[in-house]
């Protein structure tokens, strides 16, 4: 199986990650209503798919912030004061991103496949220009992405003494906040030391 990973604009291809998302939030997150359609952040966010020939397998939604840009990424808009709270990134003055969204079919969910999907986000977030991702999922999830991003040779910090804001119809759910470094050279500190938020 020769699956293929891109960032994509096709109106056929983004319908499928759509109806994934769709079914997959509404199953393994307990969200009934869940409306997976395109919305005003997908408009505004790069979309990276997997394929299997000309089927869409799973999708993520890439956020991206740069320093002159009047945009934020979800968590900002969800009343986050990024900057404030993790002042060793220096995100006024560095790029980066919010993936969300992620949902894979789970005919296709084997490790081979998680760590070539976790590695093609990386890749897509870097030639985007983005220094960080940041993730909210819970803590499962969270460690998964920190697994991942360790067997890839990156780093991956789970910020657990930050309050999240729920987004809206998310409510309940667990809400835990990662960032994947994409470069090693992007950290000036310790790193070995954990990330710490600013209360």
Known sequence: MTLTYEL?????LLEQYYRIRERCFRRELGIADFDGSEDARDRRSHILVARDGNRCIGGTRITGRQPESLHPVPLQEEGLDLVAALPGLRLAQTSFCQWGRLALD????????????????IDASRALGFTYSLV??????AR??????SVLGYRYDIVRDLRIPAEAGFDGLPHLLGVGYHDAACFTGD????LKAVA
């Open 8 to 12: 994509t604009k096709d109106p056929a």
């Open 191 to 194: 790193a070995h030391a954990p």
């Open 144 to 149: 998964l992405y920190k697994r991942l991003f």
């Open 106 to 121: 789970p005919e296709y969910r084997t490790i081979r496949v998680l760590r070539q999907y976790c590695n093609a986000m």
């Open 136 to 141: 909210v999922t819970d803590i499962n999830r």
